[in-house]
């Protein structure tokens, strides 16, 4: 079912590869992926973002317990990371397959130098046949900054590469509309062609013992690559050979929109932390609906404090969201501008500014 995919990124829980009482790799199921990966590597391009390292990490900082501390558990993934990394430079060896290691921090994705400099890492590294093995980057993320879980960090690593599938690999075969686990007669869904509001509200949120997503996260990721142009299929892992298995029995399918939005705009719709929140009129509402530009006469209020060149929300005065974009002021001068008309942006600042706040064109409804 694969076959005619020809970028795909792999997303691999902990769950999946370590065995959850020994908190070791499982070396015959990681064997089994590899070959999968083999059959795939001469005509596709892959990159594997796989989690693990903290769990691996943890039985030297914890005792066997649950690492629960921020800095235990950047220490327990500095210890599994090496140990991650390297039981899989050794199994995609043994298929003549060379791999890299890249961690990732949240950053590395809203900024969009960072994030134009991964996608150029990638590509470089496919380039020379070498399959990218991604990480988050836990050994210095913080709760602020960090994806939170994989499914998350897969999502914005397909986006970034312009993957046309990305494979999440989970404890459960798809989407349910109740919980498999608690409902052995549960249906399935076998295919989605949208992520609406009955979807999002049949995903369930509970994680693995090892992992930190859910069922909601996995349905956030696929939100973000249908609109990115980009196929999403939840599938068992628990099984040999889990990725040669698939197909529409085993599975749940989400089918990519067939008019993805450019790369500017999938990174700027899918930010996760904005610097900071400008509130609109009505009439700049309807300004923005009819792909206008925002200007300063019709912002309200302006909160936070950001920078020129960063990224920031844009909501009515009803706090609903209405866009975000690229803002064109910092934040003190943002606030001066207030209502004043374009012209007078001259006078209040000192200095020939945009007369946009925002620019249509750095600007995503």
Not at 24 to 51: E, F, M, Q
Not at 277 to 306: H, M, Q, Y
Not at 334 to 360: F, T
Request: positive net charge; charged residues 25%; contains cysteine.
């Amino acid at each position: 079912m694969i076959n005619k995919y020809k970028k795909i990124v792999i997303k691999i829980g902990s769950s999946s590869i370590i065995n959850e009482n020994t908190k070791k790799i499982r070396n015959v199921w990681l064997k089994s992926i590899c070959s999968d990966i083999s059959l795939l590597h001469p005509t596709k391009k892959i990159i594997i973002v796989c989690s693990g390292a903290i769990a691996l990490g943890s039985k030297y900082i914890g005792n066997k317990k649950f690492v629960r501390k921020l800095e235990d558990k950047q220490a327990a993934a500095a210890i599994g990371q090496i140990e991650l990394a390297n039981c899989w430079q050794n199994s995609l060896k043994k298929n003549k397959i060379n791999s890299a290691q890249l961690l990732l921090t949240l950053e590395d994705s809203e900024v969009r130098r960072r994030y134009l400099n991964v996608r150029k890492t990638i590509n470089a590294l496919h380039k020379k046949n070498i399959i990218p093995i991604i990480n988050e980057n836990d050994t210095i993320a913080t709760e602020e900054i960090r994806f939170g879980d994989n499914d998350r960090l897969a999502a914005r690593v397909a986006q970034m590469i312009d993957a046309n599938l990305l494979i999440l690999l989970s404890d459960v075969d798809g989407l349910y509309f109740e919980n498999p686990f608690k409902n052995k007669q549960a249906k399935k869904i076998k295919e989605v062609y949208t992520v609406d509001s009955t979807i999002e509200k049949i995903s369930s949120s509970n994680p693995s013992a090892l992992g930190s997503g859910g069922m909601s996260t996995k349905i956030w990721a696929a939100k973000i690559c249908m609109n990115s142009g980009c196929s999403v299929v939840i599938t068992n892992s628990n099984k040999k050979n889990p990725i040669r298995d698939i197909n529409k029995s085993n599975s749940t399918w989400f089918y990519a929109n067939k008019s993805p939005k450019t790369s500017r705009q999938q990174w700027l719709s899918n930010h996760l932390h904005p610097s900071g929140t400008v509130v609109i009129d009505n009439g700049a509402v309807k300004a923005i609906k009819n792909n206008k530009s925002l200007l300063p006469a019709g912002v309200i209020e302006v909160k936070g404090k950001f920078n020129r060149g960063d990224v920031i929300r844009i909501v009515n005065n009803q706090n609903i969201k209405i866009g975000i974009g690229v803002i064109a002021y910092d934040s003190a001068d943002a606030k001066k501008i207030i209502g004043k008309n374009s012209k007078e942006i001259e006078k209040v600042l000192g200095y020939e500014g945009r007369d946009e706040l925002i620019h249509k064109d750095d600007l995503v409804k």
